[in-house]
């Protein structure tokens, strides 16, 4: 499976972004998909992850209240909406995929994660 993330872009503190993450190959094959950020000059971070079935979300405690991660299996897309950017939410974003398909855990480190994206940039102005 191969991944592309979009959606990203030069936005006013406050704005929202709605960012995309396609799987083309094969599917995210019924597992876990995560989105992580790295801002400049710092470790890539977990965002969010969304169980295969939609039915569990994880969300670190930067992104609570204001972002909100969905899939739809169907048409092989996982979204990110943000909501309320603040000028630190600003880094490199990435979605990526586990291999375990079926599984309702959601790891929150990078290293549990088999498949990345190419990332997009979102840049929070303030």
């Known amino acids: 499976v191969q991944l592309q993330a979009s959606g990203g872009g030069l936005v006013k503190d406050g704005d929202s972004l709605a960012l995309s993450c396609a799987a083309s190959g094969r599917s995210f094959a019924r597992g876990v998909v995560g989105w992580f950020r790295q801002p400049p000059g710092q470790e890539r971070e977990f965002v969010a992850g969304i169980s295969w079935d939609g039915g569990r979300v994880e969300y670190a405690d930067s992104a609570k209240g204001r972002f909100t991660i969905s899939r739809d299996e169907a048409q092989n897309m996982v979204y990110l909406h943000l909501g309320g950017l603040k000028p630190e939410d600003t880094a490199a974003y990435f979605c990526?995929?586990?291999?375990?398909?079926?599984?309702?855990?959601?790891?929150?480190?990078?290293?549990?994660?088999?498949?990345w994206g190419q990332g997009t940039q979102v840049t929070v102005s303030s």
């Open positions: 990526a995929a586990s291999g375990a398909p079926g599984s309702r855990f959601i790891p929150l480190k990078s290293v549990n994660y088999a498949v």
